[in-house]
């Protein structure tokens, strides 16, 4: 049967028999997902007490060991499901760098255990052991790590020690694909199923067609295109995940402080999760969160590669602009809307400087806090945008009036639309925290600076579209040359 995506995944369950269930599955995608889905999937196998004595996990992703399991028949006349959590089975040499860019991401959130389980894993795929990790040096004969990834190394030579003292080594890069197909088409004993989940999965390989003629295939995966259609499709995953949480403690989520969390989070499931956590603990008995909670306990954690490229930019973090920039073009993204981004944020940040030189600028102090800001410093970025608007008109007018002739006087047009701009600092209807990050980050340039990165971004421009480069290294190059100052 076709793959079943994961927001039909509980629908198919309900409506389909028990007796009905295929004997194999496989969930892929976003790792809090596949988790739900998986839940969702025993729960109904093994309702109640059966679950804690028919439901085996199978350790090490030991692939032989789970077909011999699978393929034994039950002492018992209960179900039994034995399952592969987080398996390498369609993992192959060429995912080693997505398997280094998963832990890199995982060491960055100082979540250690799921960087080092990345990490292991794509040390198997090259053939080494943690005690090896410095022959993933960009610049070691034969490294094997790229180098945006690798970064100063700091990061693997702390993940290498932290495994080589919990005594963790690497697997063993062998193909166990084959025995598990042939277990799959052969078929399992009554009662028994099995069960894997995975991040990767490769659908040319014979063991997912299989799997998918045989049993059933859940697709956990989640589309990070920046499009229209992928940015609603993920706010209303999360939205959905959000008023689970909140239904199971009785509390609801003001709209403003929703909108502030998801420009401090992003697409993170697990980011939200840990999230509302904390704000239902924060707040207590209090029946609403609100903005000011959010403000309070979160910090930003955006994961959209659209976001966090322009935000490295502005923090002039070569290192974080270079693998978001990775990972756009991996996702398909062409390179002269990568580059219009970047042009939109520099924009944004002469905007900014022009805001903390005018009279109400005064208001912004360095430092200041986020209520602070919300207090006293908003209220003069409105004004300012207001005053901005109001130039823009009277010069549009100036401009008719000229062409006219000098001669002809005219009064102002009442019930004139505004003149239309994207140069506003704080578009009606936003929240106001991106602003805050904003003036924050303009903070690390000078005017001068800006202008001299829109002539280098203008002139990427141009050889993008002229020269036959590699775009690629000519963003690379314009990245590097904002975020060094050079």
């Known amino acids: 049967m076709p793959?079943?995506?994961?927001?039909?995944?509980?629908?198919?369950?309900?409506?389909?028999?028990?007796?009905?269930?295929?004997?194999?599955?496989?969930?892929?995608?976003?790792?809090?997902?596949?988790?739900?889905?998986?839940?969702?999937?025993?729960?109904?196998?093994?309702?109640?007490?059966?679950?804690?004595?028919?439901?085996?996990?199978?350790?090490?992703?030991?692939?032989?060991?789970?077909?011999?399991?699978?393929?034994?028949?039950?002492?018992?006349?209960?179900?039994?499901?034995?399952?592969?959590?987080?398996?390498?089975?369609?993992?192959?040499?060429?995912?080693?760098?997505?398997?280094?860019?998963?832990?890199?991401?995982?060491?960055?959130?100082?979540?250690?255990?799921?960087?080092?389980?990345?990490?292991?894993?794509?040390l198997g795929l090259v053939g080494l052991s943690p005690a090896d990790a410095g022959l993933l040096a960009s610049d070691a004969k034969g490294g094997r790590m790229d180098p945006d990834i690798w970064g100063d190394g700091a990061w693997v030579a702390t993940l290498s020690a932290w495994c080589l003292e919990k005594g963790l080594s690497s697997p063993a890069d062998t193909d166990r694909s084959a025995d598990l197909q042939q277990a799959v088409e052969g078929g399992f004993p009554t009662g028994n199923y099995l069960l894997i989940t995975t991040d990767l999965v490769d659908r040319r390989r014979g063991l997912y067609k299989t799997i998918l003629e045989k049993g059933v295939v859940v697709n956990c995966s989640v589309p990070m295109g920046s499009g229209r259609k992928d940015v609603a499709a993920r706010e209303a995953l999360l939205a959905d995940h959000a008023r689970s949480i909140l239904s199971e403690s009785r509390k609801q989520m003001a709209p403003a402080a929703w909108r502030m969390m998801l420009e401090m989070i992003g697409f993170d499931l697990r980011g939200l999760t840990t999230g509302m956590e904390k704000l239902i603990r924060f707040t207590g008995d209090a029946p609403i969160i609100t903005a000011p909670d959010v403000a309070a306990v979160l910090r930003r954690t955006r994961r959209d590669p659209v976001y966090e490229l322009t935000g490295a930019l502005s923090e002039r973090n070569v290192e974080n602009a270079l693998f978001y920039l990775d990972a756009l073009l991996e996702e398909g993204l062409v390179p002269l809307q990568i580059l219009a981004a970047m042009v939109n944020a520099v924009r944004r940040m002469v905007l900014a400087l022009g805001f903390m030189t005018s009279p109400g600028g005064s208001t912004w102090k360095r430092g200041i806090s986020y209520t602070d800001f919300q207090r006293s410093v908003m209220p003069a970025v409105t004004a300012y945008d207001e005053a901005l608007l109001t130039a823009l008109s009277e010069w549009d007018e100036t401009r008719e009036t000229d062409a006219d002739g000098p001669d002809v006087s005219k009064k102002p047009r009442r019930g004139a639309a505004k003149p239309r701009t994207d140069l506003l600092m704080a578009p009606k209807g936003r929240s106001p925290y991106p602003v805050y990050l904003l003036l924050k980050n303009a903070e690390r340039f000078t005017l001068a600076e800006l202008i001299e990165i829109l002539k280098n971004l203008q002139e990427t421009d141009i050889n993008l579209k002229t020269s036959g480069g590699s775009p690629r290294r000519l963003l690379e190059s314009v990245i590097i040359r904002i975020c060094r100052g050079r």
């Open 3 to 122: 793959e079943i995506p994961y927001n039909r995944f509980t629908q198919y369950l309900g409506e389909t028999p028990t007796d009905k269930l295929a004997r194999i599955w496989l969930i892929h995608g976003e790792e809090a997902l596949c988790k739900d889905a998986a839940d969702g999937l025993v729960n109904r196998l093994l309702p109640g007490p059966e679950r804690s004595v028919s439901y085996d996990i199978v350790d090490n992703d030991d692939i032989g060991l789970a077909v011999e399991r699978v393929s034994t028949f039950s002492l018992f006349s209960v179900a039994r499901v034995i399952a592969l959590m987080d398996s390498r089975i369609f993992y192959s040499r060429e995912d080693h760098q997505k398997l280094f860019r998963k832990a890199r991401e995982a060491m960055d959130d100082e979540q250690v255990p799921k960087a080092a389980r990345h990490f292991l894993a794509a």
